[in-house]
């Protein structure tokens, strides 16, 4: 299990960094484009929230020992299951999409693509990938902490990101 372990981490944590140079191109182009940054106190929390997931994940597992969980195959399942709608928020966004909030003056809220059957699509991946990747590996106390800091931590950033987008709304909107 080990070797799985350490591979499903690295995945999870080379997918992450793609994201993030995604991330900072778009952020260039927001910030050009004028863009303003709400929740900027709160990005250092988010990183580390996400990194030290990640190393507890690899830490717990490792120490659970040799034999892969009975049911890791449900996890999985719902680990998977969710990662087209992350693409989906991603492409719906298109060139909006990065891990800070921006907002460019003038701008318009998106509704559609997968935004228009959820108001924040991306957060329910995270909810899901916190809960179920640790379980994969029977890391089951870092499925249950994580689980409550990303819940509190999701509070602040989703009223973060409401705050935002409703001074995001034109004068015509």
Known sequence: MAGLLLAGVA?????RLLELRLSRRNERRA???G??????????VMVALHALWLGSTLLEGALRGPEIPALWYVPLAAFLL?????YWAILSL????N????????????????????SHP?????VVEVAAFPLIFGAWVTALVF?????AFLYVRIRTEERALRELRSPSG
């Not at 995945?11 to 997918?15: E, R, S, T």
């Not at 940054?37 to 250092?44: K, Q």
């Not at 991306?122 to 995270?126: C, F, G, I, R």
């Open 122 to 126: 991306n957060y329910l991946v995270v």
């Open 35 to 44: 863009a303003v940054e709400y929740g900027r106190g709160h990005y250092p």
């Open 147 to 151: 689980t409550l800091l990303n819940a």
């Open 99 to 118: 891990v800070r909030v921006l907002v460019v003056p003038g701008a318009r809220r998106l509704r559609s693509g997968s935004y228009r059957y959820l």
């Open 94 to 97: 298109g060139r909006s999409w």
């Open 11 to 15: 995945l999870l944590a080379a997918q």
């Open 82 to 86: 969710v990662q087209p709608l992350r």
């Open 31 to 33: 910030r050009d484009q």
